[in-house]
């Protein structure tokens, strides 16, 4: 199954969008593609995951243990 993607709008600032253009092209990316990529080591930094969509959402802080 090919990996399916959500079409999202970004306004951009023109400037910031030219160093991310010259930034992908010298990585041998697109764009979008260069986005997503620093995006995905934004959240690894952060300590964030990527779940599945059909993943259990986690339980709220207050929710009481089972």
């Known amino acids: 199954m090919p990996s399916e993607r959500k079409p999202y ?3 951009i600032d023109p400037r910031l969008f030219d160093a ?3 930034w992908a092209r010298d990585d041998l990316r697109s764009v979008n593609a260069q986005i997503e990529f620093l995006l995905r ?3 690894m930094k952060a300590g964030r ?3 599945d969509r059909d993943a259990e959402p986690p ?3 207050d929710a009481p243990p089972e």
């Open 9 to 11: 709008l970004l306004r």
């Open 20 to 22: 991310l253009q010259r």
């Open 41 to 43: 080591q934004a959240l």
């Open 49 to 51: 995951e990527l779940r």
């Open 59 to 61: 339980p709220a802080d």
